[in-house]
């Protein structure tokens, strides 16, 4: 069978031999080896149809990854920021004890804590009877667009956070703490942990006009900067460790603020944001800390970094210093 039988026919018109092709020189022969390069282009396409389908596949590859290596060329350089997607970090960084890792569910400990701080104006401990209450804020927006609460007596934690304010100089708040069952749990300390510092709000301090002395019951006070951040004082009443049960419950006034500044450039002019971690043990069994804050926030506590100082006036913020 002849080898051309498979090869298309040449275009009509067309001879074998190529008009391109110059002819052979007279008197030379063309010898047998000089048939593949003699060939006519028509027979050079046909060769093509011939080449195996990878070849092709092959060829259409090596093209498609040229053009990628050039619309996105690896250059080696690192790359700079977050991934795209990613929230780039806050100023705030660790001044104090780390968050406890492995945390217990409120709702499977063998005891209740009440946050007794800033919810519908309850009294969150400060105010001492006879005398009222106590609190400083500092706001981020200027003084006059602050809103006076409509009643002295309801210029607390719940008007100040509603109003962008935040804690200025302590916080203030009280623990109730009850066990669920008869049996008793003990209750190991309470620490200070997962605090953030970050720059403190350029802003008005406004106080209350009422406030004097200190709570006197179940009182601890902790300092929240460095170098002394952490330091937890029993100033009077409960100590760790106590026990609570079903019909023992402990009440706990917890004031967290700054320590001394010797000088005033020790204030840290800072906004340090915290919570608290219960130490616990129940039925010879120690369990996970439990962790206090602000309804899933921490709490926000500030010193410094101030512009000025406003109490409440006749339907106007005045100027206290």
């Not at 406004?206 to 406030?211: A, H, K, P, S, Y």
């Not at 002395?213 to 937890?232: H, M, R, T, V, Y």
């Not at 004082?233 to 609570?244: I, L, S």
């Not at 002019?269 to 915290?274: F, P, Q, R, Y």
Request: charged share 20%.
């Amino acid at each position: 069978m002849s080898a051309d039988r498979d090869l298309p026919d040449p275009p009509e018109g067309a001879s074998a031999a190529d008009p391109a092709d110059p002819a052979p020189a007279t008197g030379e022969q063309e010898s047998p080896g000089d048939g593949p390069a003699r060939r006519s282009r028509w027979r050079r396409i046909a060769e093509l149809y011939k080449a195996p389908w990878w070849a092709a596949v092959g060829g259409v590859l090596t093209l498609l990854l040229a053009a990628l290596a050039w619309l996105f060329p690896v250059t080696g350089e690192p790359t700079t920021g977050p991934p795209t997607g990613v929230p780039a970090p806050t100023s705030a960084k660790p001044v104090g004890p780390p968050s406890p890792g492995a945390t217990a569910n409120p709702d499977e400990v063998p005891f209740g804590v009440s946050l007794v701080y800033d919810q519908n104006h309850v009294d969150n401990g400060a105010a001492i009877p006879g005398c009222g209450g106590k609190g400083k804020w500092v706001f981020p927006q200027d003084i006059g667009t602050v809103p006076q609460p409509s009643k002295i007596t309801e210029m607390d934690e719940t008007w100040a956070h509603q109003n962008g304010g935040v804690d200025y100089g302590e916080t203030n708040f009280k623990l109730v703490i009850q066990g669920r069952e008869n049996s008793a749990v003990n209750l190991i300390g309470i620490r200070l942990v997962d605090v953030q510092k970050s720059p403190g709000i350029a802003g008005p301090v406004i106080v209350t006009q009422l406030g004097c002395g200190e709570p006197d019951k179940g009182s601890f006070k902790i300092i929240l900067d460095p170098p002394q951040a952490g330091q937890i004082t029993a100033v009077a009443g409960h100590d760790f460790p106590f026990t609570t049960s079903d019909d023992d419950i402990g009440q706990l006034q917890i004031k967290a603020g700054f320590g001394p500044a010797a000088r005033p450039e020790d204030i840290c002019g800072c906004l340090i944001s915290w919570r608290l971690a219960i130490d616990w043990a129940y039925k010879g069994q120690l369990g996970p800390p439990l962790i206090i804050d602000n309804q899933g926030k921490p709490f926000q506590t500030q010193d410094g970094a101030r512009l000025g100082v406003w109490i409440a006036g006749t339907g106007r913020w005045e100027r206290a210093e």
